[in-house]
Nanobody, 121 residues
Framework: QVQLVESGGGSVQAGGSLRLSCTAS????????MGWYRQAPGKQREWVAT???????NYADSVKGRFTISRDNAKMTMYLQMNSLKPEDTAVYYC???????????????WGQGTQVTVSS
């Protein structure tokens, strides 16, 4: 069983900052790519950023230059530092991880439960 738990959401004013965390636990051999997604009310879930095990990162254009994704492999934790927040960043933020539970086997995708980020103007 693999669990992802997000934390760090909250309410801030436009221009403010928040730092989200996502910690993986359970029967894990290794974690490959990890990523953040978000879903605003009435909209589809969208990709925000990805970080692979080697540290390479990619960002959606809408957050590039404002958000920074990072990870601590020893702690099996991923972070999302969000600066210069805008009202349009308001959403439930979900973490995703591609996990290998055994040394030989398929990589499976797991999701956290989500954490709310609200940015007021």
């Amino acid at each position: 069983q693999v669990q992802l738990v997000e934390s760090g959401g909250g309410s801030v004013q436009a221009g403010g900052s928040l730092r989200l965390s996502c910690t993986a636990s359970g029967s894990i051999f290794s974690i490959n790519a990890m990523g953040w997604y978000r879903q605003a009310p009435g909209k589809q879930r969208e990709w925000v950023a990805t970080i692979i095990s080697g540290g390479n990162t990619n960002y959606a254009d809408s957050v590039k230059g404002r958000f920074t994704i990072s990870r601590d492999n020893a702690k099996m934790t991923m972070y999302l530092q969000m600066n210069s927040l805008k009202p349009e960043d308001t959403a439930v933020y979900y973490c995703n991880a591609h996990v290998l539970v055994e040394s030989i086997g398929p990589v499976r995708s797991y999701w956290g439960q989500g954490t709310q980020v609200t940015v007021s103007s």
